[in-house]
């Protein structure tokens, strides 16, 4: 049986001036090696509980370890071992790619000629070689998303952390982001990833947890999630038929 | 230390790449520094040295208003003018010159000056010798004299230190003549001799006055416009590093690398660390940038050159500390700010108050009672107080002490008021 990585104990989470609770009593366990989609509406907290395992946010109640760790005692050891990819391009504009990554990396300890080289092997695997010396800001939203997932793996994390990582890009960068959390997997990295791509959920995912205002509602593989729904013949059907198909509009 | 020499690495990067932030930090100061001191000089030789023409309107004729007209024209501080257009200015033409701003001062002379005041000073001298028994004449019948005006127009947009340095210039001089009146009077009554070449009564000044500056030492320094400004305008650019320096940060926040950074096992002390660095290196450098235009750029502008003494250890020292405390207000400021429009405009308005209340404009003994009270919680009042204790009181780091130990705590206070607010608004 895998090691859980990531054990969530009853966790909630209220957000000051708010009379609802956006994570409910939620408990989750997370093995070593699965790429884990947490799916849910607009509104769900899929966000909300990504920034409470990066240590962004404290929860209201409950416990939260991760491997092993608690962010109270061991916040700079956890954040050693995670990388995060926001959802957003947490990145320099007017610094180029290399000198991003290199600042990134010198982040996580990296230095020197082990750093210059991981920054210079990810920009060549994910096609950005030529741009290596390029603003941030002259790049498309895929190149901007490509490096801004660099920048969350460049120090090799146990456990990756991708808030919407193909938001808003095309086929090809897609494909290219997606072929490469595959391979960082397959070298023993867990990724906990959320998107509302759920066709791309599917494919990529070993286990999802559908998420709705604040509790998980149904988990399991997304084979398994589809066989146990009436009717479903995808992901994004048992999603629908979980979640329902009113609006989440929420401000 | 290797992640805050990247930190401050990539702020050299970032601050290295805004062109806009580049020009606020050294070449608006420049230009400012020449400037104000141009300005500043200037309105010191305005009173003091350089020529203002002014509007001479003569109604009397006679000694002794020829005596006024040759004193304003023998004084440095004045050109006097009679006539526009070949015609005699009247007292009307004068006012309405003045009025529209064409002159800054015109000075009527009233009809029968000359002849009054000396009517008036023969029945004060016959009086007193008559008081003493030395004039038989009886005074008891003397014809009453109207006490004479002269009136000064002046522009409305002139100064009050303007006005307040003619008008004491002038009765200065009305004194003056005054007094050289009543000595002659007395001549005339008491000596026999009406020759000039042997007075019997002395009318050169007993008493005078001598400027000294006190010095220690060797060196004096003399305080000119350069030597207060360039002190106040260093420390003013200084601060200036508020507004690039917050607006950094609140950028950082917006564009969502703060948040990677606060993902990252990076403590937000060394974030501000290498912002820390990287702005105080801004400030040495500006500071040096100041002190090389004083001292060989104001002097090819017809300016006094800066005299930087022989303490410029202590010097940089009270630049280093009054970077540190202006870093420390950025810091907060970027914190405390949601929004470049917030702290762009917050950051300008503030350090123009802090200035003022500081000193960098009028000099704090002057203030009311309550902004001289109020100057002393100015980071820029201690700074520039350091500042002067070094440039014009030939102060060293003992002395200095005061201020920079005020300034060092106002950065650490800002910055831990920074984080924990910044802790406090992470606990949502």
Redesign the interface.
């Known amino acids: 049986m895998s090691v859980p990585v990531i054990h969530i104990n009853n966790v909630s989470k209220k ?2 001036n708010t009379d609802f609770f956006s994570i409910d009593q939620l408990t989750l366990e997370i093995e070593q090696g699965e790429i884990y989609g947490l799916l849910g509406p607009n509104g769900a907290g899929k966000t909300t509980l990504i920034s409470m395992l ?5 929860p209201t109640s409950g416990q939260l370890e991760i491997n092993g760790m608690s962010f109270k005692k061991d916040a ?2 956890i ?2 071992a ?1 990388g ?1 990819v ?1 959802q ?8 180029t790619a290399h ?1 991003n990554l ?3 990396g ?4 990296l ?1 020197g000629e082990n750093l210059k080289t991981k920054v210079a092997e990810s920009l060549a695997y994910l096609g950005l070689e030529k741009f290596t010396h390029k603003k941030i800001d002259t790049f498309s939203g895929g190149m901007k998303r490509r490096v801004n997932l660099i ?2 793996i460049l120090h090799n994390p146990s456990i990756l952390f991708l808030d919407e990582p193909t938001v808003g890009v095309d086929v090809q960068s897609k494909n290219v982001i997606i072929e490469h959390l595959k391979k960082l997997n397959k070298n023993g990295t867990t990724i906990i990833y959320t998107s509302h791509h759920l066709t791309e959920a599917q494919k990529f995912c070993t286990k999802v947890s559908i998420i709705d205002q604040g509790v998980i509602i149904s988990t399991g593989t997304p084979a398994v999630l589809i066989e146990n729904t009436d009717d479903a013949r995808n992901l994004e059907e048992v999603f629908i038929k979980l979640t329902g198909s009113a609006l989440r509009d929420y401000a | 230390m ?2 805050l020499l ?2 401050t ?2 702020e050299i ?2 601050l290295s ?2 062109m806009g932030g580049l020009v606020i930090l050294f070449v608006m100061p420049l230009v400012l520094i020449i400037t104000i001191t141009l300005i500043q000089d200037g309105s010191f030789k305005t009173i003091n040295n350089t020529k203002v023409p002014i509007l001479f309107v003569d109604n009397d004729k006679g000694d002794i208003s020829d005596k006024i007209f040759d004193n304003l024209k023998k004084s440095d501080a004045f050109e006097i003018v009679t006539q526009q257009d070949t015609i005699l200015i009247t007292e009307e033409s004068a006012k309405a010159s003045v009025l529209k701003g064409k002159y800054q001062l015109a000075v009527v002379i009233p009809k029968n000056l000359s002849s009054d005041l000396q009517k008036k000073v023969n029945q004060n001298v016959s009086k007193i010798l008559s008081e003493f028994g030395v004039e038989d004449d009886t005074i008891s019948n003397l014809e009453p004299i109207q006490a004479k005006e002269i009136n000064l127009y002046f522009d409305p947009a002139v100064q009050k230190s303007f006005k307040n340095a003619v008008i004491n210039n002038i009765d200065k001089m009305i004194s003056k003549i005054e007094s050289k009146s009543i000595y002659e009077a007395f001549q005339k009554e008491l000596s026999d001799d009406d020759s000039e070449d042997n007075p019997l009564l002395e009318e050169s000044n007993f008493v005078s006055f001598k400027e000294i500056n006190p010095k220690e030492g060797d060196v004096e320094i003399i305080p000119n416009s350069t030597q207060h400004n360039v002190p106040a305008w260093t420390l003013f650019a200084i601060f200036f590093i508020v507004i690039p320096l917050s607006i950094n940060i609140v950028k950082e926040k917006n ?3 703060f ?8 403590s937000y002390l060394t974030v501000l660390g290498g912002k820390t660095i990287t702005y105080l290196i801004v400030c040495l450098l500006q500071f040096l940038l100041m002190l090389a235009v004083g001292v060989y750029v104001l002097p090819y502008l017809g300016l006094p050159p800066l005299q930087v003494g022989s303490n410029f250890s202590t010097l940089f020292i009270v630049a280093l500390f009054s970077g540190l405390a202006a870093i420390g207000f950025g810091i907060l400021l970027g914190t405390l700010s949601n929004t470049p429009e917030q702290s762009a405009p917050f950051g300008a308005t503030s350090v123009v108050i802090l200035a003022a209340i500081g000193g960098v404009w009028v000099p704090v003994f002057l203030m009311p009672k309550f902004m001289q009270l109020v100057s002393n919680i100015s980071p820029m009042n201690w700074g520039l107080n350091a500042f002067y204790d070094v440039f014009l009181r030939q102060g060293g780091l003992k002395e200095v002490l005061p201020e920079i130990g005020l300034l060092l705590l106002f950065f650490i206070v800002t910055v831990a008021i920074s984080v924990v607010y910044d802790k406090k608004k ?3």
Request: charged share 25%; hydrophobic share 35%; with cysteine.
């Open positions: 957000y000051k990066c240590g962004l946010l404290k700079k050891k954040k050693q995670i995060v926001p957003e391009y947490a990145l320099y504009p007017t610094l000198e290199m600042y990134f010198a982040m996580y300890g230095s920048a969350g | 290797h992640k990247s930190s690495y990539k990067l970032l790449r805004d564009q969502g690398t948040v990677r950074l606060r993902t990252n096992p990076v992470r606990a949502v």
